[in-house]
């Protein structure tokens, strides 16, 4: 599943490292928004 996502979000490239840092907000948000803009 994890590359399903990475080919579906690109701007989502950062790996994990990234996403630790950043809230589990942050990535969420972005799947949403991105879900509804396919």
Same mark, same amino acid.
């Given at each position: 599943?994890?590359? #399903?996502?990475? /080919?579906a979000r690109?701007h989502l490239? *950062?790996?994990?490292?990234?996403?630790?840092? $950043?809230? *589990? $907000? #942050? *990535?969420?948000?972005?799947?949403? /928004? /991105?879900?509804?803009?396919?």
């Amino acid at each position: 599943m994890e590359k #399903a996502t990475c /080919f579906a979000r690109p701007h989502l490239l *950062p790996l994990p490292d990234s996403s630790s840092r $950043q809230p *589990p $907000q #942050a *990535p969420l948000a972005t799947d949403s /928004f /991105f879900e509804k803009n396919w």
